[in-house]
């Protein structure tokens, strides 16, 4: 499908960390159904995600920005409109990740706070603050925030690792977004929700392994394509959809929306 045939047709997107993983395969999905999609992140790559989805006859622009610079932040923000003219829904998926066990000394874990909450919580929260005037101007629209299966205690079996304590509570806070935004943006039609998987095939995983990651353990993991097919149908929902949601995908389960939960349920993961 390309531009101005699809559910999106006329919708304009920011997807922040763009260039690969799970960022791209949003962007890309999103430009297959009609959106005008901006795509930024730190990686020059960027723009070669942007060429492809442009080849495939999708509207796509690259920018190379680091969320959490505010200045970048701002041009990425205002070219996303200028490009969509207006804007229809925020991507904040830019995330990073790195050991930081409670061990660790002082002077690793203030480095890594910086590395990690900068961008996976100061970069989300300062998209959302510049997105959401543009979104209300909108009428409505959306907010998808991701996240991780590590905040669904409704199976708590392997989530939170005790050495990765930064960027379990990077998510943790996202959560906090996520829900006071649920809240706060309904009266204007703005809906906000968390994707939040377990292990999806993407550069970020593979660069835990030394070398291939083993060939079973890839094959069990989800793929970016899964997650964004739960993007679209989240975003096919309509102003009337939920909000307010941590919708989970799980490895070795369907990898779909499933039915709007109340609300302990939709922020803890519950599955019927
Ligand atoms: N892949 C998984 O198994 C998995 C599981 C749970 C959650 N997630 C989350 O999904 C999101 C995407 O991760 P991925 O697995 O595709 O990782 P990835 O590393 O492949 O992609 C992340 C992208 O974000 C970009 N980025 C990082 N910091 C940035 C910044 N400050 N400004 C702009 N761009 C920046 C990177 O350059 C990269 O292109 C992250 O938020 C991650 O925490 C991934």
């Not at 919708?11 to 009609?34: C, D, I, M, P």
């Not at 990073?96 to 909450?117: C, H, N, Y």
């Not at 806070?173 to 829900?179: D, F, K, R």
């Not at 993007?231 to 499933?258: K, M, Y």
């Amino acid at each position: 499908m390309s531009a101005g045939t699809g559910f999106l047709d006329g919708q304009s997107a920011l997807v922040t960390g763009a260039a690969r993983g799970l960022g791209a395969a949003f962007a890309r999905a999103l430009a297959a159904e009609g959106a005008t999609v901006t795509l930024c992140d730190v990686l020059p790559a960027v723009e070669d995600t942007a060429a492809a989805i442009r080849a495939d006859g999708g509207a796509a622009l690259a920018l190379v920005a680091d969320v959490s610079d505010r200045a970048a932040v701002e041009r990425a923000v205002a070219a996303a409109v200028d490009a969509g003219g207006g804007l229809d829904l925020l991507v904040n998926n830019a995330g990073r990740w790195t050991r930081s066990p409670v061990t660790d000394g002082w002077e690793k874990a203030l480095s890594d706070w910086d590395f990690i909450m900068d961008t996976n919580f100061r970069g989300a929260l300062m998209l959302g603050r510049a997105c959401v005037p543009h979104l209300i101007a909108r009428g409505g629209g959306n907010i998808v925030n991701v996240s991780t299966y590590y905040v669904l205690p409704a199976k708590s079996a392997g989530t939170n690792p005790p050495g990765t304590d930064l960027y379990a509570a990077s998510k943790w806070a996202l959560n906090g977004l996520t829900q006071a935004w649920s809240l706060a943006l309904a009266e204007h039609g703005v809906r906000v929700n968390a994707l939040c998987m377990g292990a999806t095939d993407a550069p970020m995983l593979r660069g835990l392994y030394e070398g291939e990651p083993p060939a079973e353990a890839v094959a069990a993991w989800m793929r970016p394509e899964q997650i964004a097919g739960q993007l679209l149908d989240l975003l096919r929902e309509g102003p009337e959809g939920r909000t307010g949601e941590n919708v989970g995908a799980w490895v070795g389960e369907p990898v779909e929306l499933g039915p709007r939960k109340p609300p302990h349920e939709a922020i803890s993961g519950a599955r019927e």
